[in-house]
């Protein structure tokens, strides 16, 4: 038993001292908020799971694109390719690759992280460490060397200098 409020738009008649010192009161023809609510409803041990994956679903959606061919003639006899994948094999439902960029004629930035915290997820197993030959991953191109960097790809991994923060543990 409970309830669940969303709030999409307000409107009110006097400031409710909330940040932007006026009334929310739209006396044209007002805002038009449009959007879609996404509720999950889970048990705590799978809830990790659900929600990192099911937004990573949501926000890397494929998108359609199309365009005119180009100088290149459409030939209706050829078989149209329908699907492509820059990767050789799916990757485990834990690693997420956030950045495959270029960073120089003959080399790339490739980030891949770890999506779930330690005892994060509890039902599949999805917080336990992966390991993850690159070797062979990509279709389009090969490594030839790798160099692990610290997330912002700043300084090599055996040279990060961790900050040391002062901290005040007392009342």
Known sequence: ?????????????VDDDRGVSE???ETD???KVRGRHLVLLSSVSDA???HRLL???????PQVVLSLGGSSPYHSRATPKTQFSGLRQELPPQVHLLTLARWGPKMLLLR??????????SDRNLSSPVTLNVQNLFQTFTINYLQETTLAANQPLSRA????????TGP
Do not use: Y
Not at 4 to 13: K, S, W
Not at 112 to 121: C, I, V
Not at 161 to 168: D, E, F, P, Y
């Open 48 to 50: 990790a799971a659900r």
């Open 23 to 25: 009334p929310l009161l």
């Open 55 to 61: 937004a990573e679903q949501e926000v890397l959606a």
């Open 161 to 168: 200098s961790r900050l040391k923060w002062m901290t005040n």
């Open 112 to 121: 891949l992280e770890h999506q779930f915290a330690l005892k994060e997820d």
């Open 29 to 31: 023809t007002g805002d």
């Open 1 to 13: 038993d409970g309830s669940l409020e969303l709030m999409v738009h307000r409107r009110l008649l």
